[in-house]
């Protein structure tokens, strides 16, 4: 087994960051997430496996910064929160369109605008459907505790360069600040340059004679070849719909009511089903880890089963579109959310489920 | 376009006198008849091949006339979104501290969109090359007003003349860059003459040369015509940049060694 | 097993840092746990309250809306919380600044002077961990020898040196806590 630590959820980020074999992590400072870039400062990873960790002058520096070092193989990350990842989208659309992995974390914040430093999951849509121009998607990945944000981390590496894209890691403000038990794993050595040109043969990082120039852009003037990339693009996607949906069913088996939500939101959602079911309502939890691929058919495939759902988000109602899409208008299902920075307490979910479900 | 008795014929030992460096691509270049991009493309390109690092070096192409840069200087380049460059160099150059690394900007692109890059890239003294062409326009979207246009000068958003009350005065941003301490090397050259053309190349491979010794930022400003966004012959154009930029962008050395340079503000001309 | 804790008080109070070291002491001792502070303008020395959750089990949801436990330092905390102790839970409370003392009759009070002591004592940067001892007299969810390993883990290295006076501390809060209203 690994090491064992209590951390923060931005400190396992960054931890795992390390531990995975980042080369590069560029950052701008921002409330709640500012621990991820003070954790890796402290613990000068330039000493201990030559990362590179760089305070960036702006969010838009730091995702072009995650851009460059990418566009040369190595692996990068960056993150932010909220109104610094809607500066990022610019970046982000870019290195879709470029192809180019890395992972961006988001400790997501209330908005709009300013809005305030509390935790929210207002950003779904930004991250699922693409924040940015174009059209590309992002895997993305939703933790729901503190280990969790750690493993993620080097699962969100795995599939960057596996597909070739950005990978963005959709947390909140909560699980960044909140400290759990953490299992570490162990250090992974970072790839030597030589390792990295094999598996990068894509990558501009120096043409030898023995090739010609790799350029790394988004750029095709030529419609028919912007239609290329955007076909290959969608390919992409397609196969990640196919190979890389991650959920949890928890307590469905005997459900006659389900709970969806993702993240913190299905955490609260846990604590919900044993209060409920104290009450002699059997409901249960799915949880959608990856939230592009979103898991559409297994979602389904419960709520099917169910006479219907509540779908529990920290925001307006942004998932339940996904959830309404993939399992049809047969049974009811309905929103609760809280926004602005305030969680939605375990009772209230409970109360929202017998107004809005069972009595509604 | 290949012509094989040409070629064979022209490429006799006996027979050249003057070639395009190798590690320009073979393809027709896309800048306008007597635009100086095309020779600021070579000198560059020779530079790379006569210190033999086109296997060292990672370029960094802008958004702008030269956005396809790529296309034609065969080494290995990430095309940057619109001023971010500098941005894009800072980390290439982090992660691969011993190749080379350059960015090639216009104006609009340095010295507007992307001035926040610019100025903080410069001021970390990152170890890169910045090569800026300055023709005072945006000659890729058509002939825009840009941050460098001259008072008076005409351009499709400044069609009366630059109208300094109310469009701002045009940027020095060579002379800015040159106070912060992370820049080592500043130059202004120009590529309209075979004597700038040579001075040019000098200072590039000093700027190259000067990466091997971590430095910090070397700048080097070109300044350029735009004979179509001027709307002139290329031979008008010249002149006109002889007669009005170059007062303005003087030309000559700004910093060197680390420490700025004492001048007259006087014309250099050939 | 699982005890679900409110600790609420300043910013200042070494709140946070006490529910920390009860978290570390509980990985220690094997422990699933959860730590969920309230952050952002408050740190700077407004109210400060933690929610810290020791389970045998995995731990479902870190935010809740009732406790086992209440730890209360200040009246802004007692206003907010008295009422969300699980009905047979526990509250302590530390009277130092309180200007209205809990009113439940379905659930356990104590008090504890905590600030006072350290105060006499001279001591005030371990008034958290008397207050800490108060609890785990009522509750002992982690051994001492896991207590001392929480503390190692929770410190920096250049504090490590406080604690056994840290320990002292919490014997101190065992000795100090004071019934006011115990259910039979």
């Known amino acids: 087994?690994?090491?064992?630590?209590?951390?923060?959820?931005?400190?396992?980020?960054?931890?795992?960051?390390?531990?995975?074999?980042?080369?590069?992590?560029?950052?701008?400072?921002?409330?709640?997430?500012s621990e991820v870039m003070e954790y890796l400062m402290a613990e000068k990873p330039f000493e201990r496996t030559g990362m590179v960790v760089l305070q960036a002058e702006s969010e838009v520096a730091a995702i072009n910064m995650l851009y460059g070092g990418a566009g040369t193989g190595k692996m990068?990350?960056?993150?932010?929160?909220?109104?610094?990842?809607?500066?990022?989208?610019?970046?982000?659309?870019?290195?879709?369109?470029?192809?180019?992995?890395?992972?961006?974390?988001?400790?997501?914040?209330?908005?709009?605008?300013?809005?305030?430093?509390?935790?929210?999951?207002?950003?779904?849509?930004?991250?699922?459907?693409?924040?940015?121009?174009?059209?590309?998607?992002?895997?993305?990945?939703?933790?729901?505790?503190?280990?969790?944000?750690?493993?993620?981390?080097?699962?969100g590496f795995e599939k960057a360069y596996q597909y070739r894209t950005p990978v963005m890691i959709l947390s909140d403000g909560a699980i960044g600040q909140m400290m759990e038990k953490v299992v570490l794993f162990d250090q992974v050595p970072r790839r030597t340059d030589a390792e990295l040109i094999e598996q990068c043969p894509w990558a501009s990082n120096g043409r030898p004679k023995t090739r010609n120039h790799n350029i790394i852009t988004s750029l095709d003037l030529d419609p028919a070849g912007q239609e290329r990339v955007n076909l290959k693009l969608q390919a992409k996607y397609r196969l990640m719909e196919q190979n890389e949906v991650l959920y949890e069913e928890i307590q469905c088996e005997d459900a006659e009511y389900l709970?969806?939500?993702?993240?913190?939101?299905?955490?609260?959602?846990?604590?919900?089903?044993?209060?409920?079911?104290?009450?002699?309502?059997?409901?249960?939890?799915?949880?959608?880890?990856?939230l592009f691929p979103f898991p559409s058919m297994e979602v389904s495939n419960v709520g099917n089963r169910v006479k219907g759902i509540l779908v529990v988000e920290m925001n307006a109602g942004q998932m339940i579109e996904d959830v309404r899409l993939s399992v049809g208008c047969k049974i009811k299902i309905e929103h609760f959310g809280r926004f602005g920075g305030i969680i939605p307490a375990p009772d209230e979910v409970v109360r929202a489920l017998e107004q809005k479900i069972i009595g509604g | 376009m290949e012509d094989k008795f040409a070629?064979?014929?022209?490429?006799?030992?006996?027979?050249?006198?003057?070639?395009?460096?190798?590690?320009?691509?073979?393809?027709?270049?896309?800048?306008?008849?007597?635009?100086?991009?095309?020779?600021?493309?070579?000198?560059?390109?020779?530079?790379?091949?006569?210190m033999d690092i086109q296997?060292?070096?990672?370029?960094?192409?802008?958004?702008?006339?030269?956005?396809?840069?790529?296309?034609?200087?065969?080494?290995?380049?990430?095309?940057?979104?619109?001023?971010?460059?500098?941005?894009?160099?800072?980390?290439?150059?982090?992660?691969?501290?011993?190749?080379?690394?350059?960015?090639?900007?216009?104006?609009?692109?340095?010295?507007?969109?992307?001035?926040?890059?610019?100025?903080?890239?410069?001021?970390?003294?990152?170890?890169?090359?910045?090569?800026?062409?300055?023709n005072g326009i945006y000659g890729m979207t058509g002939g825009q007003m840009a941050p460098t246009t001259l008072p008076g000068m005409r351009s499709s958003t400044s069609p009366y003349g630059r109208?300094?009350?109310?469009?701002?005065?045009?940027?020095?941003?060579?002379?800015?860059?040159?106070?912060?301490?992370?820049?080592?090397?500043?130059?202004?050259?120009?590529?309209?003459?075979?004597?700038?053309?040579?001075?040019?190349?000098?200072?590039?491979?000093?700027?190259?040369?000067?990466q091997k010794e971590n430095k910090g930022v070397s700048f080097i400003e070109i300044v350029s015509n735009c004979n179509?966004?001027?709307?002139?012959?290329?031979?008008?154009?010249?002149?006109?940049?002889?007669?009005?930029?170059?007062?303005?962008?003087?030309?000559?050395?700004?910093k060197v060694d680390g420490k700025l340079v004492e001048k007259k503000e006087t014309v250099e001309k050939d | 097993m699982t005890e679900e804790i409110?600790?609420?008080?300043?910013?200042?109070?070494?709140?946070?840092?006490?529910?920390?070291?009860?978290?570390?002491?509980?990985?220690?001792?094997?422990?699933?746990?959860?730590?969920?502070?309230?952050?952002?303008?408050?740190?700077?020395?407004?109210?400060?309250?933690?929610?810290?959750?020791?389970?045998?089990?995995?731990?479902?949801?870190?935010?809740?809306?009732?406790?086992?436990?209440?730890?209360?330092?200040?009246?802004?905390?007692?206003?907010?919380?008295?009422?969300?102790?699980?009905?047979?839970?526990?509250?302590?409370?530390?009277?130092?600044?309180?200007?209205?003392?809990?009113?439940?009759?379905?659930?356990?009070?104590?008090?504890?002077?905590?600030?006072?002591e350290a105060g006499k004592r001279g001591l005030s940067k371990i008034f958290n961990m008397i207050v800490l001892g108060g609890f785990l007299k009522l509750k002992p969810l982690v051994a001492p020898e896991f207590i001392h390993k929480g503390l190692e883990k929770s410190l920096p290295a250049r504090h490590h040196a406080l604690i056994p006076e840290n320990e002292k501390a919490i014997e101190i809060g065992k000795e100090l806590l004071t019934p006011v209203h115990v259910l039979n």
């Open chain 1, 1 to 33: 087994m690994g090491e064992l630590r209590l951390m923060k959820g931005n400190e396992a980020i960054a931890e795992a960051a390390i531990r995975a074999g980042c080369d590069g992590y560029f950052g701008y400072p921002i409330t709640p997430q």
């Open chain 1, 76 to 155: 990068v990350m960056t993150s932010s929160s909220s109104p610094g990842v809607s500066l990022m989208q610019e970046g982000i659309s870019y290195m879709a369109g470029a192809e180019l992995p890395a992972v961006i974390v988001n400790i997501v914040r209330g908005g709009p605008g300013l809005g305030t430093i509390q935790p929210s999951q207002a950003d779904y849509f930004q991250a699922v459907k693409g924040g940015g121009h174009g059209d590309y998607k992002m895997l993305v990945l939703a933790p729901a505790s503190v280990q969790e944000m750690c493993d993620h981390v080097k699962l």
């Open chain 1, 259 to 290: 709970f969806v939500a993702f993240g913190l939101s299905a955490r609260i959602c846990q604590k919900a089903i044993d209060m409920a079911r104290a009450k002699g309502i059997k409901v249960g939890l799915f949880r959608p880890i990856t």
């Open chain 2, 7 to 50: 070629k064979t014929e022209i490429h006799k030992p006996e027979n050249i006198v003057y070639k395009k460096s190798d590690l320009m691509v073979d393809r027709p270049l896309s800048y306008c008849p007597g635009c100086g991009h095309g020779t600021a493309h070579r000198m560059l390109m020779e530079v790379i091949e006569e």
């Open chain 2, 55 to 134: 296997d060292k070096t990672i370029g960094v192409s802008p958004v702008g006339c030269s956005v396809l840069a790529y296309d034609f200087l065969d080494i290995d380049m990430i095309g940057a979104a619109h001023g971010r460059a500098p941005a894009l160099a800072t980390a290439i150059k982090r992660l691969w501290p011993n190749h080379f690394v350059f960015t090639y900007q216009g104006d609009g692109d340095l010295a507007a969109i992307g001035t926040a890059e610019t100025i903080h890239a410069c001021n970390r003294g990152e170890n890169i090359t910045i090569i800026f062409i300055n």
């Open chain 2, 163 to 210: 109208d300094v009350p109310t469009m701002g005065h045009p940027l020095k941003i060579t002379e800015l860059v040159a106070q912060l301490p992370g820049v080592y090397y500043v130059t202004r050259q120009a590529v309209h003459t075979p004597n700038n053309v040579r001075k040019t190349k000098k200072a590039i491979r000093k700027a190259f040369e000067l």
């Open chain 2, 228 to 254: 179509s966004g001027w709307k002139m012959t290329p031979v008008q154009s010249n002149k006109w940049m002889e007669e009005n930029m170059f007062p303005f962008y003087v030309l000559g050395d700004i």
């Open chain 3, 6 to 116: 409110i600790i609420a008080g300043f910013g200042g109070q070494g709140v946070l840092s006490m529910g920390k070291i009860l978290a570390y002491s509980g990985v220690m001792q094997n422990k699933e746990v959860s730590w969920m502070p309230s952050y952002g303008p408050e740190m700077r020395g407004g109210t400060a309250n933690v929610t810290v959750i020791i389970s045998d089990e995995r731990i479902s949801s870190p935010i809740l809306n009732a406790y086992d436990t209440a730890i209360i330092l200040n009246q802004q905390s007692m206003d907010k919380f008295e009422k969300t102790v699980k009905p047979g839970g526990l509250l302590i409370f530390d009277p130092n600044g309180l200007t209205r003392l809990p009113e439940r009759t379905d659930i356990n009070i104590y008090s504890i002077e905590a600030a006072d």
